[in-house]
């Protein structure tokens, strides 16, 4: 299995390293599988995965028990080319920030290297500081913040992001549609540890769609 922790930025809006966002050139790293049972070339690329699908994916095709607590999904019927619901990987999820409130742009807290000088670093607790929330499904993006603002991109014509359409009136039902998917995804990965007298109903693979089959 080969792949990476997060995406750099590489002069991309003038900035480099991660931090600041939520961009696709932060959020889509390579994630590679290779080996007995995998079938080549057979994953489909409709089909969103996280990196958090890693764990539950490696227990299944070593026969494991998922550990509780674990939000991330098998994919290892994808890998196999077997049968899954299209519904369970029809889009994905991410989040960023550490909490709590966002700085504004004329707060100065310490930070670990002065606000003078020609030095920066775009990773530090301004930029990480609230919480955004983002959801990607087909060719469209949502991301939400603490403080209520939106944004929605269409990453196909737009791969940039630079064109925010979260106010355009004509896209009104495909924002309805994301906001929904992004408030599922939002209850879905509420943490549920430690475990208590009262367990929490486990889906099969972590999978929560109904499981009618892909093909």
């Not at 919480?131 to 499904?137: A, F, I």
Request: with cysteine.
């Amino acid at each position: 299995m080969f792949t990476a922790d997060h995406g750099d930025y590489a002069g991309d809006y003038g900035l480099q390293r991660k931090g600041v966002g939520l961009p696709e050139c932060l959020v889509r790293v390579p994630l590679i599988f290779s080996g007995p049972g995998v079938r080549a070339g057979h994953m489909e690329r409709e089909a969103f995965v996280s990196l958090v699908d890693v764990l539950p994916t490696l227990c299944e095709a070593l026969g494991l028990d998922v550990p509780y607590g674990v939000q991330g999904r098998s994919l290892w019927p994808l890998l196999e080319g077997g049968e899954y619901p299209a519904e369970e990987f029809r889009s994905v999820y991410a989040e960023q920030g550490f909490g709590g409130l966002h700085y504004g742009e004329h707060e100065f807290p310490p930070l670990h290297f002065p606000y003078d000088g020609p030095r920066f670093d775009e990773l530090n607790a301004v930029t990480q500081s609230g919480t955004t929330k983002m959801v990607r499904m087909g060719r469209w993006k949502l991301t939400f913040d603490m403080l209520g603002n939106g944004e929605l991109y269409d990453v196909e014509a737009d791969p940039a992001e630079l064109c925010n359409r979260y106010d355009d009136p004509d896209l009104r039902d495909v924002r309805a549609h994301l906001t929904e998917e992004l408030l599922r995804w939002t209850i879905r990965t509420e943490d549920d540890l430690p475990a208590a007298a009262y367990v929490p109903k486990r889906a099969s693979r972590n999978w929560h769609a109904p499981h009618r089959t892909r093909r």
